[in-house]
């Protein structure tokens, strides 16, 4: 087996056990910022909760995650469970610190009060 074969199949094994949890336990983890090597945690957590659930949680963990694609795939997930279709903000301009950064976090803050209001 190959690097990315061995990759790919550590991203389903993450992704099973992930799958498996329910949403109270996906959030915990997201609130310790335990979220894996393969970013199968932002998978999980749209098949499992809803926007009303995990929206602030996964907003909050976008404030706060450093690295670039864990950032990303939260960015990714949060977007599609938003699913509003006039959103400038994209996944992948979360991919470097820049200074539109505060600016993307603005949309989806606004975004997301606008469906679930605001945040507790």
């Known amino acids: 087996m190959n690097w990315k074969q061995e990759a790919e199949t550590r991203a389903l094994e993450e992704f099973s056990e992930l799958s498996a949890k329910s949403t109270r336990e ?7 910022a335990k ?9 999980a957590i749209t098949l499992h909760g ?11 963990a976008l404030e706060r995650i450093e690295k ?6 939260c960015a990714r997930a ?9 959103l400038e903000t994209k996944s992948h ?6 200074e539109h ?17 605001s945040r507790k």
């Open 26 to 32: 996906l959030v915990k983890i997201i609130r310790t």
């Open 50 to 60: 809803s926007l009303h659930d995990v929206g602030w949680v996964m907003f909050e």
């Open 93 to 98: 301009h979360f991919l470097d610190e820049n």
């Open 35 to 43: 979220y894996g090597n393969s970013h199968q945690i932002w998978k």
């Open 78 to 86: 949060l977007i599609e469970l938003l699913n509003v279709s006039n």
């Open 101 to 117: 950064q505060a600016k993307n976090l603005e949309e989806l803050e606004t975004a997301l009060s606008t469906k679930i209001g």
């Open 68 to 73: 670039d694609t864990q950032r990303v795939a």
